[in-house]
């Protein structure tokens, strides 16, 4: 029997802290579960904690958490609660587990406020940069309600789905992105290093070059005597999209013109719709209140005119009116199908339930969308090289066989 000295807290809010005798911190936490209080901190009177080792790797506070260490974060220590560990030993132990030195000094952090008595929650929501409004909210609804076990396997059951959402939409544009890569490289190689020696042919012969081969002939110079500059205006043009992406009116004209695009426009609808019926099915089915879920879906939606339909609605839908009826207004932006399975769930009063099976579908959509954008690409990149091959072979086989005719 070992006697620990603890700290416990109420789904009221009371803290209850003192000593007492258990075979472990498991059996210790049971008991204090059936008294109606949660273990947050623990530390055994007759052995000391072992000091956390603070020696971390230091790296910039803006370094990205990938949303696969997040997954696995609320997955573990939803398993860690359910145990009967402490949220604070949990935390720890994810701490020291976690292989991302940003993200395990960030755990750390939560522990260490958590063990001077804040909640989780609060103790997230000091690091905005990591943990969303979306992953502290339902933290909260977990804490307050007395099942952040249950909260937490639904979140990570979230992030899960938005993770396989995103990996299918990246698996599908690398095809097309490496062999546009190639294709500009191997461009830029002819033109620095096979069009120079063949202008050299074309100056001995003295021969007509039609305005095509000029044309050829003009970048090829530009870029072998001026690539530094070239390099510069590159680089200086990116930074300025990138720079022009992060203003309101950049964000908003490149996200109209990708609605509006074939194909992508259709997959950026369905991967909002999905964002939309997924985030805000799991905040309703963790009894967060609609208006507060759709504040919440607006900050995780990365299209402008999907954020601000929504903080719209979360507008209307306080002064009374359907959400089926706000959604009917924006038909560019969602599907018929969304409006009417949110009325469905709102007469049955299973909104929740089916905006779950909503995500599920639009989910379904987007990755046999993605499974055949390869073979939709594919013919379309290659008439586009075939087009470059073709200019590039005529522009420099022309004089070639004209030279030869006068020969």
Same mark, same amino acid.
């Given at each position: 029997?070992?006697?620990?000295?603890?700290?416990?807290?109420?789904?009221?809010?009371?803290?209850?802290?003192?000593?007492?005798?258990?075979?472990?911190?498991?059996?210790?936490?049971?008991?204090?579960?059936?008294?109606?209080?949660?273990?947050?901190?623990?530390?055994?009177?007759?052995?000391?904690?072992?000091?956390?080792?603070?020696?971390?790797?230091?790296?910039?506070?803006?370094?990205?958490?990938?949303?696969?260490?997040?997954?696995?974060?609320?997955?573990?220590?939803?398993?860690?609660?359910?145990?009967?560990?402490?949220?604070?030993?949990?935390?720890?132990?994810?701490?020291?587990?976690?292989?991302?030195?940003?993200?395990?000094?960030?755990?750390?952090?939560?522990?260490?406020?958590?063990?001077?008595?804040?909640?989780?929650?609060?103790?997230?929501?000091?690091?905005?940069?990591?943990?969303?409004?979306?992953?502290?909210?339902?933290?909260?609804?977990?804490?307050?309600?007395?099942?952040?076990?249950?909260?937490?396997?639904?979140?990570?059951?979230?992030?899960?789905?938005?993770?396989?959402?995103?990996?299918?939409?990246?698996?599908?544009? +690398?095809?097309? $992105? !490496?062999? %546009? #890569?190639?294709? =500009?490289? @191997?461009?830029?190689?002819? /033109?620095?290093?096979?069009?120079?020696?063949?202008?050299?042919?074309?100056?001995?012969?003295?021969?007509?070059?039609?305005?095509?081969?000029?044309?050829?002939?003009?970048?090829?110079?530009?870029?072998?005597?001026?690539?530094?500059?070239?390099?510069?205006?590159?680089?200086?043009?990116?930074?300025?999209?990138?720079?022009?992406?992060?203003?309101?009116?950049?964000?908003?004209?490149?996200?109209?013109?990708?609605?509006?695009?074939?194909?992508?426009?259709?997959?950026?609808?369905?991967?909002?719709?999905?964002?939309?019926?997924?985030?805000?099915?799991?905040? +309703?089915?963790? $009894? !967060?209140? %609609? #208006?507060?879920? =759709?504040? @919440?879906?607006?900050?995780? /939606?990365?299209?402008?005119?999907?954020?601000?339909?929504?903080?719209?609605?979360?507008?209307?839908?306080?002064?009374?009116?359907?959400?089926?009826?706000?959604?009917?207004?924006?038909?560019?932006?969602?599907?018929?199908?969304?409006?009417?399975?949110?009325?469905?769930?709102?007469?049955?009063?299973?909104?929740?339930?089916?905006?779950?099976?909503?995500?599920?579908?639009?989910?379904?959509?987007?990755?046999?969308?993605?499974?055949?954008?390869?073979?939709?690409?594919?013919?379309?990149?290659?008439?586009?090289?075939?087009?470059?091959?073709?200019?590039?072979? +005529?522009?420099?086989?022309?004089?070639?066989?004209?030279?030869?005719?006068?020969?």
């Amino acid at each position: 029997m070992t006697t620990y000295s603890f700290s416990a807290k109420s789904i009221s809010g009371e803290i209850k802290t003192g000593t007492m005798d258990a075979e472990s911190e498991t059996e210790l936490a049971h008991t204090l579960r059936e008294q109606g209080f949660i273990l947050t901190s623990v530390q055994s009177t007759r052995e000391p904690l072992k000091t956390r080792n603070r020696l971390v790797e230091f790296l910039p506070s803006f370094n990205r958490v990938p949303l696969a260490e997040k997954m696995i974060f609320a997955r573990h220590l939803a398993v860690m609660i359910g145990a009967g560990l402490s949220i604070t030993r949990a935390l720890e132990t994810l701490a020291s587990q976690t292989r991302n030195k940003a993200f395990s000094k960030v755990i750390s952090q939560v522990s260490q406020d958590v063990q001077k008595g804040q909640p989780l929650a609060e103790s997230m929501n000091k690091h905005p940069q990591i943990f969303s409004e979306l992953f502290v909210n339902m933290v909260k609804v977990g804490e307050t309600g007395g099942g952040l076990e249950d909260i937490l396997k639904l979140l990570s059951h979230q992030l899960e789905k938005e993770y396989e959402l995103n990996s299918k939409v990246r698996s599908a544009m +690398i095809y097309p $992105s !490496v062999i %546009i #890569v190639f294709m =500009l490289a @191997i461009g830029i190689l002819m /033109m620095t290093m096979v069009v120079p020696k063949l202008m050299l042919i074309f100056q001995e012969m003295n021969a007509d070059l039609p305005i095509t081969t000029q044309f050829i002939i003009s970048l090829s110079g530009f870029l072998t005597q001026q690539w530094l500059p070239s390099l510069i205006f590159v680089v200086s043009l990116v930074l300025a999209i990138r720079f022009l992406l992060k203003t309101k009116r950049g964000k908003m004209t490149f996200d109209a013109v990708l609605l509006r695009l074939p194909i992508f426009g259709d997959i950026s609808k369905k991967i909002n719709a999905a964002r939309l019926a997924r985030t805000l099915g799991s905040l +309703i089915e963790s $009894s !967060v209140p %609609i #208006v507060q879920g =759709l504040q @919440i879906v607006a900050g995780t /939606m990365g299209n402008y005119y999907f954020r601000d339909s929504l903080v719209k609605a979360a507008e209307d839908v306080q002064k009374g009116n359907p959400l089926s009826k706000i959604i009917k207004t924006y038909p560019h932006l969602y599907p018929p199908t969304v409006n009417q399975m949110i009325e469905v769930g709102e007469e049955t009063g299973t909104l929740g339930a089916i905006l779950v099976k909503l995500a599920d579908f639009y989910e379904e959509e987007v990755s046999n969308i993605t499974k055949g954008m390869s073979a939709i690409i594919e013919p379309i990149l290659m008439v586009v090289i075939g087009i470059a091959v073709g200019f590039f072979a +005529i522009s420099m086989i022309q004089p070639m066989y004209s030279i030869m005719s006068g020969m």
